[in-house]
């Protein structure tokens, strides 16, 4: 107990302070352990319930009244070897994601600190002989730590909330939590709503959407979203990639091949190749990733039949292979062009692609200045 709360309780349950005589000689403190004990931010502030010589009994009694109905609850902080934390499983930050990189603001304000600030939420573990701890919330402040300790800073310690929780109770908590997170991706929620909603709810969307405080037709499309299959996430440039806005429509589209066309799966299947080792050659060779919209793209279209796609007058394909500018009409009011995306062409190559456009039309007598 801290020695706020110490001094509180010797206030309300000692004698009358005007009662007693003061000390012969002062009293020196004993060392805080290092354990830190602070006061619930629930909890009314401690310095106004001191109470001044002649507190009344019935002041009290209504004090402690107050911390029998759990308004003054204490919430103990630990300094922890971050390897006796394990992760808990039910935590939807993907853990290989984190490197330095990663978490270098972190640990830049950890060291301009002077140390962890904010705890993380941990809970005792019993069942594991190498683990004395098991971390609900803060996995970049576990991760942060361990790294620092392992790169010149071995004495730097975890700080740890410690809290009783169930497996739901953890997750929600988790949850609130992540939300702010803008390194937590859509797709590694999706995941773990996944998870959750046959774990804790009876896989019963409308209690777990009540639960959380969400509402039932985002909680739906996060959960397509997480139906995404590991072959079409493998054409992704990393799972931070995989938003919800951006990969609905695809999640959409997968379900609906995998049940009625298995000819048009496997050729989003074979896109989906095709553009992981696009990826690969792109990382290999310094340029920059296929972004999230020409993937979804490239993969829905992939899924459509060569009767499906509208017949045009000319057609280019992108030094990739893939069609990149087509021209779909021209008459005396112009020229439609459709420039296609998910084709990898620069825009230079464009450019290119639409000046032999506007030469066909010209030898066919349809060109524009005609």
């Not at 060392?31 to 830190?36: D, I, T």
């Not at 992760?87 to 290989?96: D, K, L, T």
């Not at 997968?254 to 989003?268: E, F, G, Y």
Request: proline content about 6%.
């Amino acid at each position: 107990m801290s020695k706020r709360q110490s001094d509180y309780l010797n206030s309300l349950l000692g004698p009358d302070p005007a009662a007693v005589e003061p000390a012969a000689e002062p009293v020196t403190s004993a060392p805080q352990p290092a354990a830190v004990s602070s006061p619930d931010p629930i909890s009314p502030p401690l310095s106004s319930a001191r109470t001044a010589p002649g507190m009344t009994l019935l002041a009290r009694e209504s004090a402690l009244a107050r911390i029998a109905a759990g308004e003054v609850k204490q919430v103990t902080q630990l300094l922890l070897d971050p390897a006796r934390v394990r992760i808990w499983v039910g935590n939807a930050r993907h853990q290989q994601s984190l490197n330095e990189a990663a978490c270098r603001d972190l640990i830049d304000s950890i060291l301009a600190e002077g140390g962890q600030k904010v705890p993380v939420v941990v809970r005792r573990v019993s069942d594991d002989p190498q683990h004395d701890y098991e971390l609900i919330a803060g996995t970049r402040r576990h991760w942060s730590i361990s790294w620092l300790r392992a790169n010149s800073y071995p004495d730097l310690q975890l700080l740890a909330q410690v809290q009783s929780l169930d497996d739901e109770s953890a997750f929600r908590l988790a949850d609130l939590e992540n939300r702010a997170r803008k390194d937590v991706s859509d797709f590694e929620r999706a995941r773990n709503y996944r998870d959750a909603l046959k774990s804790y709810y009876g896989d019963r969307q409308i209690r777990m959407a009540e639960r959380l405080n969400l509402s039932k037709g985002w909680l739906s499309k996060m959960l397509s979203v997480a139906d995404i299959p590991d072959w079409a996430v493998s054409a992704f440039s990393g799972l931070g990639d995989i938003q919800l806005k951006t990969c609905y429509p695809l999640a959409q589209r997968i379900k609906a091949v995998s049940q009625a066309d298995p000819t048009a799966l496997k050729r989003m299947q074979k896109e989906a190749a095709r553009l992981k080792q696009e990826q690969r050659s792109r990382l290999d060779t310094g340029q920059p990733p296929l972004g999230a919209a020409e993937v979804a793209d490239a993969l829905i279209k992939a899924a459509q039949s060569p009767s499906q796609e509208q017949e045009s007058l000319f057609a280019a394909d992108s030094v990739h292979g893939r069609r990149a500018l087509s021209v779909l009409s021209a008459n005396r009011n112009g020229a439609t062009l459709r420039i296609h995306a998910g084709s990898g062409a620069s825009e230079a190559e464009l450019l290119s692609l639409v000046e032999q456009a506007l030469a066909f039309l010209r030898s066919r007598g349809r060109g524009l200045a005609d």
